[in-house]
């Protein structure tokens, strides 16, 4: 079985700031690893994705993400916030061994409000 | 190129009725699936389409069914609706089930009166 979890439900940080929003994963074989991002009233766009190689992954709209394999982590990070980065991120983790189901196991989701 | 596209972008109905939503991939997609999201349980996976065969099932009843087209479109329906149904469904297309890329369509916000 493959798990996520998003410990914070909401992140706040001052414009200008670095940002980070956390993410944990529990899967049995190797992860594919996903980042997406919701603003309200729309569906979630896709930010970034880990599968092999680099541990820092780059992304859309200046974000990053840092996997860690002995924490099971895939951090969500940017060096410095704006405002309109106000949304709703989701962490997803595919298991991509093998007979392991394509299909990704969403976190709860982080609301990061950004202030001015 | 157009987005995923789903239809009606709203949506409210009663206890009992059923709900047909719909859900136009991105052309060239062939792969569907539905999510719920609900502010409680994040989203959780509904089903996955391929090729107009259901290949993967969440974890709901069997009130939720869905089904896709030789278009790949995908239509998903609620029947015996319960006041816990209302939520925002979303759909995701890919090339296949293999691309670890998802597009997410808008959603429908069905709300259950």
């Known amino acids: 079985a493959q798990s996520v979890a998003q410990p914070e439900d909401q992140v706040n940080v001052a414009e200008g700031n670095p940002l980070t929003v956390k993410c944990t994963y529990s899967?049995?074989?190797?992860?594919?690893l996903f980042w997406y991002v919701q603003y309200p009233n729309r569906g979630l766009q896709f930010l970034l994705k880990y599968i092999t190689g680099d541990n820092l992954v780059k992304g859309s709209y200046g974000f990053e993400a840092e996997f860690n394999k002995s924490q099971t982590s895939f951090h969500l990070k940017k060096p410095s916030a704006l405002v309109s980065d106000s949304a709703l991120y989701f962490c997803?983790?595919?298991?991509?061994?093998?007979?392991?189901?394509?299909?990704?196991?969403f976190g709860r989701g982080t609301s990061l409000i950004v202030h001015p | 190129k157009a987005g995923v596209t789903q239809t009606p972008r709203y949506l409210i109905k009663t206890r009992g009725q059923q709900v047909t939503l719909s859900c136009s991939p991105i052309s060239g997609h062939r792969s569907v699936s539905w999510y719920q999201q609900t502010p409680g349980q994040g989203l959780q996976f509904l089903f996955e389409y391929f090729s107009e065969t259901q290949r993967n099932k969440g974890n709901f009843p069997g009130r939720f069914s869905g089904r896709q087209f030789s278009n790949s479109r995908s239509e998903m329906n609620v029947s015996t609706l319960e006041l816990g149904d209302s939520a925002l469904y979303l759909c995701?297309?890919?090339?296949?089930?293999?691309?670890?890329?998802?597009?997410f369509g808008s959603g429908t916000q069905l709300s259950v009166l």
């Open positions: 995701a297309s890919s090339l296949n089930p293999q691309d670890e890329k998802l597009f």
């Open positions: 997803a983790v595919r298991d991509r061994s093998r007979g392991g189901s394509y299909i990704p196991t």
């Open positions: 899967v049995s074989g190797n992860p594919y």
